[in-house]
């Protein structure tokens, strides 16, 4: 059907393609015989028709501007407005992405320590298509619940045993991906509120340690920090890092959630002199990590690996990843039943985990979805009889305390949220964390655009998100009728519709 | 910094004196630039207005990251210079070589950078 509104683009760009020499024209000789100062508009349509002409005929890379010169650059001035148009005025509360409009607020809410309560009712869907929690007609008192605890390397009962009260932990983002006021506001955070950080794969963590709150220290498949030329681990520097008394625990990455089977990547933009540096990189290149690292080349060659940084670090030590294929996955439960060699813990890091930098089908295609992942390797470790010898960490997307209860019910003991904090700290989900142009100051190193981060402020925010996080984890707890969170089993969960009929959960 | 960046620097830098100095002329109302708004039928708004936008411009062009956008002012700016020149003012050679100078060294930052120009920037490769 035609309609009679159909604008003739074609049409608009041949009159504006022949009006702007002619009105260049016009001006010229308004400006000759009138007044001088029409010659700003002679000016203007001259250099207008100039790029007009080289659109039309010299550039080969646009074919709308080829064809509609001028008029086509109207699409492209409103394309790139179009991300902030959607966002202000006509994406609804519920449908943004990474996170909708509605999580953010509340993370916001509990950062500023602003009551969080709504009216009317719940605006998420009630279609089957979501985890819900189950809740219990009988209550918990709050007296009969027990705190929560959790206590890293006791499985091997090493000297230098980790025990955590809340579970949460900040997750890992270096120096590099964050500035150095994001990665301050978040250590003095993590310091203030008690929990751990995670230092990320950046090297040594320099601003991490400012705080002095209890770290993670991250070993990328780079090893940044403890590498040595040819990319293998210097024991030397690895220990001298876990001698740091800050630093807790040691975490291996082998893949992340948001790339999984690819190594970390730093945009050029974003490496400073001081980052290149610490990391021992040259300025002006993309930083990309190995896929994998050098000493694990197999299920054996892995487990051993993780060995070594145990006898070397002292600490307890664990493993991230991004859970893949589930027969690979056993067959490397079974090596580590085989030479008794189990790490302290294991995260697994949800194919929506968050990313500084990421190609875009890594992110979107590759990996599982953090609830799909954790019941399957609740399973295998179960099933291998194994489950009691390490402690499992969740993380993606767990922003929340009701999506956190949903993770910690499938099988995990703690989560891991990196993104949760940095709303805490302030971020508006721009999606620039990859071009150093963060508009609140967090994944840059500009100095100007760090000034908005406050140290001492953010720091609070971040405080406050883990109090009112915690205080929510214990109502919860409370209406699930748990006297503690080993209680927490899959009968408290109602699965989406999808999931329930596919799975044998 | 590479041999093209160093040449780009030099091409802002000489424009961005000459256009500092010419900007300085009008705006503390020398007699030579009044005499030529007069001529012009501009004076003195006219001559604040040009004044204003060549210190931008000059400005612009030492930011480095703003240098296209002080160029595409630039070379407007002598445009309208040239117009003036070639239809009521005539050339003296003075101008004629300090307006060519101006000319040229913004057209060729503001070719060179053209990426770099606001809004319309990345329609603007080849």
């Given at each position: 059907m035609v309609s009679s509104l159909t604008i003739n683009l074609e049409k608009i760009s041949r009159t504006v393609n022949i009006g702007l020499p002619l009105l260049f024209i016009v001006f010229l000789l308004v400006g000759y015989?009138?007044?001088?100062?029409f010659h700003f508009l002679t000016v203007t349509f001259l250099l207008m028709t100039v790029i007009n002409f080289f659109y039309l005929?010299?550039?080969?890379?646009h074919a709308l501007l080829t064809n509609f010169g001028w008029v086509a650059q109207v699409r492209y001035l409103l394309e790139s407005i179009g991300p902030e148009m959607r966002q202000y005025f006509?994406?609804?509360?519920?449908?943004?992405?990474?996170?909708t409009r509605l999580e953010r607020a509340e993370v916001y809410r509990k950062a500023k320590n602003i009551d969080s309560s709504q009216a009317?009712?719940?605006?998420?869907?009630?279609?089957?298509?979501e985890y819900k929690l189950r809740h219990s007609l009988f209550p918990m008192k709050n007296s009969e619940i027990a705190p929560y605890s959790l206590t890293f390397g006791e499985e091997r009962n090493i000297a230098n045993q980790v025990t955590i009260t809340k579970p949460l932990m900040i997750s890992a983002m270096s120096f590099g991906a964050l500035g150095s006021h994001a990665v301050r506001a978040l250590a003095r955070g993590a310091r203030k509120a008690g929990i751990l950080m995670n230092t990320g794969?950046?090297?040594?963590?320099k601003y991490h340690l400012m705080e002095g709150c209890d770290l993670i220290f991250q070993m990328g498949t780079?090893?940044?920090?403890?590498?040595?030329?040819?990319?293998?681990?210097n024991e030397a520097k690895l220990q001298e890092i876990a001698r740091l008394?800050?630093?807790k625990m040691i975490e291996i990455k082998?893949?992340?959630?948001?790339?999984?089977?690819k190594g970390g990547l730093l945009p050029s933009?974003?490496?400073?002199k001081e980052i290149s540096e610490l990391r021992g990189v040259p300025m002006g290149k993309d930083v990309v990590s190995p896929?994998?690292?050098?000493?694990?080349?197999?299920p054996e060659s892995t487990v051993r690996f993780i060995r070594r940084v145990q006898d070397l670090s002292e600490l307890p030590v664990g493993i991230k990843l991004a859970f893949g294929r589930e027969d690979e996955f056993r067959v490397l439960v079974q090596t580590m039943k085989e030479l008794d060699v189990f790490p302290d813990y294991i995260s697994i890091d949800g194919a929506e985990g968050g990313t500084g930098a990421s190609p875009k089908a890594f992110m979107d295609d590759l990996g599982v979805p953090i609830l799909q992942a954790l019941p399957l390797v609740d399973r295998i470790l179960r099933e291998e009889k194994v489950r009691d010898r390490l402690k499992l960490i969740a993380a993606g997307k767990l922003i929340n305390s009701g999506r956190m209860f949903v993770a910690l019910s499938l099988g995990a003991q703690a989560c891991y949220t990196a993104r949760g904090f940095m709303l805490a700290l302030?971020?508006?989900?721009?999606?620039?964390?990859?071009?150093?142009?963060c508009p609140v100051g967090?994944?840059?190193?500009n100095p100007h655009l760090q000034k908005g981060l406050d140290i001492e402020v953010k720091s609070e925010r971040v405080k406050n998100y883990v109090q009112n996080m915690e205080h929510e984890y214990y109502e919860i707890l409370s209406a699930l009728g748990k006297?503690?969170?080993?209680?927490?089993?899959?009968?408290n969960l109602l699965f989406p519709t999808r999931v329930h009929a596919e799975s044998e959960l | 910094m590479n041999g093209k960046n160093i040449l780009l620097w030099i091409l802002q830098i000489i424009p961005a004196g000459i256009l500092f100095l010419t900007s300085y002329g009008k705006l503390s109302s020398q007699p030579g630039e009044v005499q030529l708004f007069t001529a012009l039928g501009m004076e003195p708004t006219g001559r604040y207005i040009i004044g204003v936008v060549e210190g931008l411009a000059a400005l612009l062009f030492l930011t480095g990251r703003f240098a296209a956008t002080g160029g595409l002012l630039a070379v407007g700016t002598m445009l309208g210079a040239l117009i003036a020149h070639a239809t009521i003012i005539g050339f003296d050679p003075k101008h004629a070589i300090l307006l060519s100078t101006v000319l040229t060294c913004s057209l060729i930052v503001t070719v060179a950078r053209?990426?770099?120009?606001?809004?319309?920037g990345r329609t603007l490769s080849d």
């Open positions: 015989f009138h007044s001088f100062y005929y010299a550039q080969k890379n006509f994406t609804n509360d519920t449908e943004e992405r990474p996170f009317y009712g719940s605006l998420m869907d009630f279609d089957g298509t794969e950046g090297g040594l963590p780079a090893k940044f920090g403890c590498r040595n030329e040819d990319g293998s681990l008394p800050q630093v082998f893949s992340q959630g948001a790339k999984p089977g933009e974003k490496i400073s896929p994998y690292h050098v000493e694990c080349l197999d302030g971020c508006i989900q721009a999606l620039t964390c990859n071009r150093n142009t967090i994944t840059t190193h006297r503690s969170f080993r209680e927490l089993d899959t009968k | 053209r990426r770099e120009l606001p809004l319309i």
